[in-house]
């Protein structure tokens, strides 16, 4: 498949949104963005279209786009939606001792590329953040679950990235939270790891 200009900005245009780049809010025409990626008008119209859709954005004829605010009830329904599906991952990794172990490997990892980022490096801490939640539930082995929760941790990158920019302060209450999920998952208390996920996640999105 051929990956156009249209892809290229809907991809470039995407990530700015999610790392609050573009905050909520602002409005921005097709001109800034073809300027910006170096494009014509008619791929960024395109990939408005499909971030529209997707949405990310509100099209208004003659003036732009309107960057979707993230709203009080859909961080509500990210946080509730991540409670279920993580807490489910968990209860089902837990139950084999060889994709626990791999777990507790690759969250090692993550843990260690957190303490190498730089707090003032939002965008970056955001998608270690996301990854993660998304190790976690790809270790549950749920296809359909993995697949729903892309959009979600699209969702939860973008509510980690506007938290962050509010201050470097959550920066440790992440990590330390993110330590002491790891740790209950290698004890193998999945209740455990659903007490402290729904605490994390008040903590640093309620």
């Known amino acids: 498949m051929t990956y156009s200009a249209a ?3 809907f991809d470039e245009v995407k990530e ?11 409005l921005i025409s097709e001109g800034e963005i073809a300027q910006r990626c170096e ?3 008619t791929p960024v119209r395109e990939a408005f279209l499909r971030l529209s ?5 509100k099209l208004y004829p003659k003036r732009g786009a309107l960057i979707v ?6 961080a509500r329904d990210v946080v509730d939606a991540r409670v279920v599906v993580e807490s489910h991952a968990a209860t089902s990794v837990v139950g084999s001792s060889a994709a626990l172990a791999d777990l507790v490997d690759r969250l090692e990892q993550n843990l260690a590329a957190h303490r190498a980022t730089d707090p003032a490096d939002a965008a970056q801490f955001a998608r270690l953040d996301a990854q993660f939640h998304q190790l976690i539930v790809g270790a ?3 296809a359909l679950l993995g697949d729903f929760y892309v959009s979600l941790g699209e969702r939860q990158r973008r509510m980690t990235a506007a938290r962050l920019g509010r201050g470097h302060s959550v920066v440790d209450v992440i990590f330390d939270d993110h330590e002491a ?3 209950v998952l290698a004890d193998g208390d ?3 790891f659903a007490r402290l996920l729904v605490a994390h996640l008040h903590r640093v999105h309620g």
């Open 69 to 74: 605010p993230i709203g009080e009830q859909e």
């Open 181 to 183: 999920l790891a740790k």
């Open 53 to 57: 859709a997707e949405g990310w954005m």
């Open 39 to 41: 494009v014509s008008r």
């Open 16 to 26: 700015l949104i999610l790392t609050c780049e573009l905050p909520g809010g602002e």
């Open 7 to 9: 892809d290229r900005v």
């Open 190 to 192: 999945a209740d455990g």
């Open 140 to 142: 549950g082995d749920n």
